[in-house]
């Protein structure tokens, strides 16, 4: 298996990470290829290979603030055939170094409290639980 930031378009690579997401969000959201061109462009897709099939993702999203440079970890998920294996840990760790080298401060990232295994996985790897509300509001 292999681990790498993707930044260029590829066809399969789009196909495959949107099967991934489509199994997450259970077919009520499709990616759209303008949205993959941006994260892309702008932010860290990390890809977790078998062969030529991805089979675990992450996106590492820089957040300049005023205060400092963070960073968000996004969509970290894993093929239903591939879970148990230890590549969530995986490419949280490899998110983590590539956060260190682009210097960003401190990572923080949202999951939901019923994922009893990434929140495991989360708080595992240093990750602390934050007693914040989190606000939502669609503008679409």
Not at 38 to 64: E, M, Q, S, W
Request: charged share 30%; with cysteine.
């Amino acid at each position: 298996m292999k681990t790498k930031v993707i930044k260029k378009f590829d066809k399969r690579v789009f196909a495959d990470v949107s099967k991934l997401l489509d199994a997450w969000w259970k077919g009520k959201h499709q990616l759209q290829m303008a949205d993959f061109r941006n994260v892309l462009k702008h932010d860290y897709l990390i890809c977790i290979f078998d062969g030529k099939k991805v089979v675990a993702i992450a996106t590492l999203v820089p957040v300049r603030k005023l205060s400092n440079l963070r960073g968000s970890i996004e969509h970290v998920i894993v093929d239903k055939d591939y879970r148990g294996k230890g590549l969530g840990k995986t490419i949280m760790q490899y998110a983590l170094r590539l956060a260190k080298k682009l210097k960003i401060q401190s990572v923080f990232l949202t999951c939901d409290p019923k994922n009893t295994v990434a929140n495991k996985l989360y708080k595992k790897m240093g990750f602390k639980l934050e007693n914040i509300h989190f606000y939502n509001k669609k503008l679409k």
